[in-house]
Structure formats: structure tokens, C-alpha cells
């Protein structure tokens, strides 16, 4: 039940993520999260909608919906934009985490750090140290992500049992990875272009 109601969730906040992007709905955002909800129960072949996207994008990690959630509330103007030096901290810190998951799991080395997940008290020390640096940078966010998807996997709020399932999934290592080198490639860019316009 906690992994469908997961699913619905999961399903509103990238519904209105994908749909705020688009200047028309800006009035209407308001009602977008009450209009997703209910569409996400409606039911196609016996399974509400919220399950077909599950089926693709499978449960996301309790960090992904906090961030999520940020972004719906700062698309609301509850909360204001995130600050340029944390969006780099965020890549940063959640690129490292996914540089370190994903090349086992995709096949690229023999060590396989997600079995640290089933036994995780090394990697929870190293999380909560993470998370006092993002605390002292005030990074909230960051802070939220962190802790959250901590206390969830405490609280077995997924029915996965390995922590890296609440910190991390494909979605989230995209994003990070994706902005990270964007950020690169416009710092190595940079000179280039200046030396170019003082030819």
C-alpha cells in the first residue's frame, strides 16, 4: 500500500513538474496538483494511471520527491529559487553519490557498492556528515533530501530494504550528472569564447 501511494504521489509531482514548464498553465497551477491527483487514480485495464508511470520510471527515491516537492512549491511561490552556489552543491554531491552507484550496476567494474546499502551504518555516518556540511553551507535542501530519505529508510517507508533506494535512483543521477557537466563544459567554454571575441 506505502509503494502505491508512493506511485500517486510520484505521479503528481512530475505531472505538474512536466506541466508548469509551459507558460499556458501559470494560472492554472494552482489547481494543477488537485487536478493530478484525481488523474492518477483514474483506472486503464484495472491499474490507476499512477501505476503505468511507476512502471517506467519504478519507485523514486525519497530524496527525488523531496526535490520534486521543492520545485512545485518554489513553481507556487512558497518558497524562492534556489541559490546558483547550492544548485552546484546539490550536483555535486548527488553526481559524487551516483558516480559512485552506477558504474557497478551497469556493469563497468566488479565492486559493487550497493550491497553497502543492506548494511548501511558506514554509509549512514558518512550521509550525516554530509548532511552537517550542507548545514553549515545552509543549504536547506540539500539538508531535507539528506534527512528525509534517512529517516524514511529508518522508517522502512519503501519496501525496499537497501538505503541506497531512498537516496538515490536513475532520475535524480541523470539530473545531476547531466546539469554537473553542462556546468563543466560552460567553465572549460568560458576563456575559449573570450580569447575568440580578443582575436
Known amino acids: 500500500m506505502v509503494s502505491l501511494w508512493q506511485a500517486h ?19 492554472w497551477r494552482p489547481w494543477l496538483l488537485p487536478m493530478l ?7 486503464v485495464n484495472e491499474l490507476p494511471l499512477a501505476a503505468y508511470v511507476r512502471s517506467f520510471t519504478d519507485d523514486l527515491a525519497i530524496s527525488t520527491l523531496v526535490l520534486l516537492a521543492w520545485v512545485v512549491l518554489n513553481r507556487l511561490g ?15 554531491l548527488f553526481g559524487l553519490l551516483s ?29 550525516a556528515a554530509a548532511t552537517l556540511l550542507m548545514l553549515w553551507l545552509r543549504h536547506a535542501l540539500a ?3 539528506l534527512a528525509i530519505g534517512t529517516l524514511a529508510f529508518a522508517l ?6 537497501n538505503y541506497w533506494d ?6 535524480l543521477a541523470g539530473y545531476c ?23
Do not use: C
Open 143 to 145: 539538508v531535507g533530501m
Open 166 to 171: 531512498y537516496l538515490m535512483d536513475p532520475l
Open 78 to 92: 512558497v518558497v524562492p529559487p534556489l541559490a546558483r552556489r547550492h544548485q552546484v552543491q546539490m550536483w555535486l
Open 37 to 43: 491527483a484525481a488523474v492518477s487514480f483514474v483506472q
Open 9 to 27: 504521489l510520484s505521479f503528481v509531482l512530475l505531472g505538474f513538474v512536466l506541466l508548469s514548464t509551459l507558460r499556458f498553465t501559470a494560472p
Open 156 to 161: 522502512r517507508l519503501k519496501a525496499s530494504e
Open 177 to 199: 550528472l547531466i546539469a554537473g557537466a553542462g556546468l563543466l563544459i560552460g567553465i572549460a567554454w568560458r576563456p575559449l569564447l573570450k580569447w575568440h571575441r580578443g582575436q
Open 99 to 127: 558516480l559512485v552507484l552506477y558504474p557497478a550496476t551497469l556493469g563497468l567494474t566488479y565492486f559493487d557498492p550497493y550491497r553497502w546499502g543492506f548494511n548501511p551504518r558506514p554509509m549512514i555516518v558518512l550521509v
